[in-house]
């Protein structure tokens, strides 16, 4: 086992007897890192999505309706509550996702979020994977009127080098939003108000006037990464159905989610929230090691075609006849299909390859064999 990036202020020989044999002791007491910096590599373990509930009991977000800390709700109980929620809808559809922090009393910065994103820490559970996309929910706070949900994603990314990703975060905080928008019309009707109280506010870069401040954990994040404000705190209603019904909030927030890149894979061994709703701990590696040879992904022969036209509108992907061969890297960085609109330029599929892999790559989508005619120049 190789230590990368973060590592624990002390070992004991307990922890150091557990990572030479390949399973997690938890001790009693909650794990705390350093800083994570820019550096590290990630593990071989890949997960589909990280979800972070939004602040701590050290950064406590704020107040709630009152603006009175002393008062519960306050933000890190009400994002605890839909992140959770949030992590069990997405399990149900086939999501590997992951909690940055799996207990309530766990205190990390938001450095150490972005850390755990990119699989240079492990999180309070001893997970430390490589996500596709992190997700961090929180709420918003201010005048009694204000109103609405919105995506901020980074306006740069501090770890230059890790700043290429597999799709742009503005892009992902355009196609979350999007989905999501709609949804939270049903999230904030019914349990306190006959009439929906959500509304629409788009998305928003870092540092600026709808979203002031720094955002490390979005902004250092080596993974395309967006915070989720899912509505006012301090606005009445918006605030009631946070405390009423915040699974209804996530199954808002899971319809964005289902409409960016990311892809569902099965976590292996496979995962559960469980009764807690809360992912459970498992111990053996989640993934292999990538494969240094290519393989194919479909082993027969297509036969040879007269005419060739693929717009790659089909669900089925590869599509017939074509073939995919890989270096054997876990998903995302194999070809797909997407149904983004930053990469779609006409009807609603597109091919895609994702870039941002540590090592080398190959990897090839191969279309069925074409005759062309005599007057045939290209293809």
């Not at 007491?29 to 350093?34: A, E």
Request: glycine fraction near 10%.
């Amino acid at each position: 086992m190789r230590l990368t990036g973060c590592v624990p202020h002390s070992f004991n020989t307990l922890g150091i007897l557990s990572a030479v044999l390949g399973f997690a002791i938890i001790p009693r007491q909650v794990l705390s890192f350093p800083p994570c910096e820019c550096g590290g590599t990630p593990t071989a373990i890949q997960i589909d999505i990280w979800l972070d509930p939004g602040h701590d009991l050290s950064h406590r977000g704020n107040g709630g309706i009152d603006r009175d800390q002393s008062t519960l709700p306050n933000e890190q109980e009400v994002t605890w509550d839909i992140t959770n929620d949030l992590s069990n809808v997405l399990f149900n559809s086939g999501y590997c996702a992951l909690l940055t922090r799996t207990h309530f009393d766990t205190k990390y910065s938001p450095r150490q979020r972005a850390g755990i994103a990119g699989g240079r820490c492990m999180n309070d559970n001893g997970d430390q994977a490589f996500g596709q996309a992190m997700v961090s929910i929180h709420t918003n706070s201010g005048n009694a009127g204000d109103i609405g949900t919105t995506t901020v994603y980074p306006s740069h990314k501090d770890c230059a080098r890790f700043a290429t990703s597999l799709l742009d975060d503005q892009a992902f905080a355009n196609d979350l939003q999007v989905a999501m928008a709609p949804q939270m019309r049903f999230a904030y009707v019914g349990a306190c108000s006959a009439l929906p109280c959500s509304e629409n506010d788009g998305i928003c870069p870092s540092g600026s006037g709808c979203a002031p401040g720094i955002k490390t954990a979005i902004e250092e994040a080596t993974i395309p990464s967006v915070i989720v404000e899912v509505g006012y705190q301090t606005n009445s209603c918006q605030e009631c159905h946070m405390r009423v019904q915040p699974g209804v909030i996530a199954q808002a927030v899971a319809a964005g989610v289902f409409n960016t890149f990311v892809t569902p894979t099965a976590c292996v061994p496979a995962r559960s929230p469980g009764a807690s709703a809360k992912p459970r701990r498992s111990t053996s590696a989640l993934a292999s090691s990538p494969r240094s040879v290519p393989v194919n992904a479909q082993a027969s022969s297509p036969a040879r075609i007269l005419s060739f036209n693929e717009g790659f509108e089909g669900a089925t992907f590869p599509p017939t006849g074509w073939t995919i061969q890989t270096s054997g890297a876990p998903s995302p960085y194999a070809w797909a299909r997407t149904t983004s609109s930053f990469y779609v330029a006409g009807g609603t599929g597109a091919a895609f390859i994702g870039g941002g892999y540590t090592s080398a790559k190959d990897e090839y989508l191969i279309s069925p064999a074409i005759s062309l005619g005599a007057g045939d120049t290209g293809v």
